[in-house]
Structures are given as C-alpha cells and as structure tokens.
C-alpha cells in the first residue's frame, strides 16, 4: 500500500493519496482545489486516480474532489449521512456513489470503509483503511474534522459561521457519542487528521502530522471526558472566531463547486486599465509586502500581501461572485498563477488579471498622490481616547483581545470584519490595530476601501502598547 500526505500550510489542510501498489488504483482523500500535487504524484509513482472522495462538506476552503473526479474520470463517493438538509446537491449529475455507515469500496486490494462519525458537521465520515493483502483488520483511518492531533473538530462552525441556529450544542452531543463509539477500536490504529495546527477547525491542533488512537486516547483532553455534559461545556469553550467566507464555502462545497479546468495564465493589466477598473464593483488589491503598503499605495486598494495568509486574509475582507485585480509584490508569471490559486482553493474566482509593482509609480508619475499609512503614536492614542476623539479597533481574535486589551477599545476580529463594520462609530477617527501589525493593515486598508476615512494605525500595535507598560484590560 502506497501512502503519500499532501499539506498545505495556508490553509493548514491535509489530503492523501492512497494507491495499491498491485493494480495501479488509487484514491485521494479530501483534495482540494488545486489538483496539480495529486496528479503529480499519481503520475510519479504509476497510479491511476480511480477513486475520489471527502469526509464532509468542508467550511474553510473549496473542495477539489469534483474537479479532480472531472480531470482523471474517477468515481466519486460522497456522505449521504445527516439527512436532507446535509446532501450533496450536485451528487446526482456528477454520478457519486454515496455511502452511509458502514458502506465499503475497494481501490484495488485496499478496502476504505465509512463510519459515520457527525459533530463537527452531520454528515461527517470517517474512513477507516484496510490493507486486505496484509490483514484483515483496519491499519489506520482518515478522520478529516473529527479527531486531530490532541484535539476534535468543533461542533459550533454550522451556528457561528453558517448561521444554522441551534445546531452547536446538538453537534456537541453527536461527537461525544461518536468519540465513545470510535474509542472502542483497536489501539494501534493510526489517525491521518485532515488538518494541523492554524486550522481555524479546532482549537488547540498539534503540529505532528499524525498520531494513534490508543496515544489520543491518552493525551487527547476530549477522550478525558466520560460525562456528555462536562464533554459539552469542554467542547464549546474557548474556540476561535471562524472567517465569516466560511458560511461561503459551505454553499459552495454543497451545490458543487465550479469545475475549473484548463485555463490560460491571468492577464497582465496594463496602466491603462486602472481608469477602467477603478469605479467599478472591481476588487482592488496590493498583494505587495505591508512595509510598501504602508509607505505608498494607490487609493482604494486593499492590503492582502501575498504570503502564507493571503487566502484567509483575502477570504475574511473580499466579497465574493465580485471582478478582482492584483498588484503583485514583483513581475513574474509563476507569481501571478500562485495568488490566482490561492485565490481559487476558498473560492475567488473572478481574477481580471494583475499588474506588476511598477503600477504604484506610473499612477505617480501620471500627477497622481499615492496615499500612505499615517501612524498614531500611543501617547496620542491614549490622550484623544480620554475625550472620546476616536475610537481604537482591535482586530485580534476574541481570544487575544479577552487575555489583555486597550481599554475603551472595541473588538472586531478581523475574520469577522465585514460584519463589524456597520457597528462602528462615523464621526470619529478609527485607529486599528492587532499584535504586531499584519492583521491590522489589511483590516485597515479594508475599512478604507469601503469609504472609511480617517483610519490610522497604532504605532507598535498591541505589542508596543504592553512593552510601553501601558494600562490593559482584560475579559
């Protein structure tokens, strides 16, 4: 049996490709939507794609198992567990074997078995995996959202950012359950978790790629808790503020995502195509370094760079089904097809096309003012605050901001910040902040875009606040 791990640490997300060494099938496990790694590996290594299948419909990025069931001619096989409401939509006409608890399919002489395992999401699988040449009881199981490494999927995604009411708690129940019956397999199985540590799907992921039921059994804290009520309050407690294109991507990954295919590289935009873009409902972003942000920028352009956050950034502040164009931190083709598939795998799909740097000094030389970033110091910060003059936006996680804030500061995680909006003040100054000042740009240069003005920045964010030993509240 062939196993290959394939991560992506953006979205902190692991697919696998599973193959059978003995007749050249294989199948791939939660792919995303850039399926260009798993068709690598399977031309690498001599497999055919066969197979294709997920745990669930996932939240935080854009399933790649209908693109890649398109580009290879594989059967795909979908969760008809959770009843009506959690069906594929697209099940049908994409001609998916559904499977319920306890269903089986072969890849080859490896067997892949579902075990219906809801909480984290009601028509959760879990796919357990035996290599039948070698035994006949399972080695090891994909459990996508279910277990992690030293934690468990969390039951509240589908009320807080799908907006399905009542459902946290009742998710909360169905994984105790489904954690008590899994609890009962042999100790040795090996648990392939579909995410690591950053994953905005639990709340205390480890990094280690891989564990055993029988280590979780001990050092995982939710199989500590054998009270369903305890379990309940456990579980709920202290998870993260989940990106509100969450609740997008579920959409999506239900009715079926479109199938991208084979395109032609973005389009290289010329000057020129600023006037037409600019006025329009077009997305505008300088996908460049903070540091050149913040010390020039064309007006109206979001601060997204481009690096390891750039999918999650760009999912939290963009609207979705709009036009974009990208301002790339250098002129490079390999650069520009990467931020379209950042873009891509939670969704974005409407690149118009993208410029190189340079657009910043020609929209100068052409007698335009390019903004930049003004910074407010803390001495400043905290005089104005004492006669109501502003109003300081903290965009950290409600996390953070419950272990130490500025007090008189309002939260709004940048993850939720399209709906924070329209609770902030008009008549005064906003000045943003987070830890050290990446979150706090983007948001920034977000609530400018939507005609905020003036929004500033807090000069060392809330890390130069502390060291400066400056008062902090907290709860």
């Known amino acids: 049996m062939f196993l290959e791990r394939v991560y992506d640490r953006g979205l902190a997300q692991a697919s696998f ?24 590996i399977a ?25 890649l069931a398109h580009r290879t001619g594989a059967k795909l096989f979908l969760s008809a567990e959770g009843g009506e409401e959690w069906q594929y939509a697209f ?15 072969m890849v080859g002489n490896i067997k892949i078995e579902a075990r219906h395992t809801p909480g984290h999401t009601p028509e959760h699988l879990t796919f357990l995996v035996t290599d039948t040449p070698a035994g006949d009881e399972p080695m090891g199981a994909f459990t996508g959202d279910f277990i992690f490494v030293g934690d468990v999927g969390r039951p509240d995604l589908l009320e807080k950012a799908a907006k399905v009411q009542d459902t946290m708690e009742i998710g909360a129940r169905q994984l105790f359950q489904s954690l008590q019956a899994f609890k009962e397999l042999p100790d040795h199985l090996q648990i392939w978790p579909g995410h690591g540590a950053g994953s905005a799907c ?23 808790h054998d009270d369903e009520e305890s379990f309940v309050r456990a579980v709920l407690e202290g998870q993260p ?6 609740a997008e991507m579920k959409r999506v990954n239900r009715e079926g995502p479109d199938i991208l295919g084979d395109r032609e590289p973005p389009a290289w935009l010329a000057f020129k195509d600023l006037d037409r873009l600019q006025g329009t409902d077009a997305l505008l972003v300088d996908a460049r370094p903070r ?3 913040q010390e020039s920028h064309i007006p109206g352009f979001h601060s997204i760079p481009l690096g390891r956050s750039f999918s999650t950034w760009a999912g939290s502040v963009l609207p979705f089904r709009r036009p974009i164009a990208l301002i790339l931190p250098d002129e490079d083709e390999a650069m520009a097809l990467w931020a379209r598939r950042e ?45 109501g003059a502003l109003q300081v936006v903290d965009v950290r996680t409600s996390t953070e901001w419950g272990e130490g804030h500025i007090p008189g500061s309002v939260n709004v995680p940048l993850g939720r910040l399209p709906e924070g909006v329209e609770n902030l003040p008009a008549d005064v100054p906003l000045v943003v902040h987070c830890n050290t000042g990446p979150r706090a740009m983007v948001a920034l240069a977000a609530l400018r875009a939507q005609g905020l003005d003036p929004v500033l920045h807090l000069e060392g964010d809330m890390a130069g606040w502390k060291s400066q030993g400056r008062p902090v509240a907290s709860g």
């Open 17 to 40: 490709v599973v193959g059978c060494a003995a007749t050249g099938e294989a199948v791939v496990v939660d792919p995303i939507r850039d399926v260009e790694p798993y068709l690598a």
């Open 43 to 67: 031309e690498r290594e001599g497999f055919r794609i066969t197979h294709v299948t997920e745990t669930h419909i996932h939240a935080d990025y854009v399933s790649g198992a209908r693109e």
């Open 91 to 105: 099940a049908s006409e994409a001609g998916a074997q559904l499977l319920r608890d306890g269903d089986s399919f």
């Open 202 to 224: 639990g709340k205390s992921l480890g990094a280690v790629p891989q564990s055993t039921l029988g280590y979780e059994k001990q050092v995982n804290w939710a199989f500590q």
């Open 241 to 246: 503020d989940p990106p509100m294109y969450f």
């Open 291 to 293: 540091k050149a942000f």
């Open 343 to 387: 873009l891509e795998v939670i969704g974005l799909d409407q690149l118009e096309g993208v410029w190189g740097p340079q657009v910043v000094e020609e929209w100068e030389k052409a007698g335009h003012t390019p903004e930049e970033v003004e910074e407010i110091s803390a001495d400043e910060v905290a005089h104005r605050m004492e006669n």
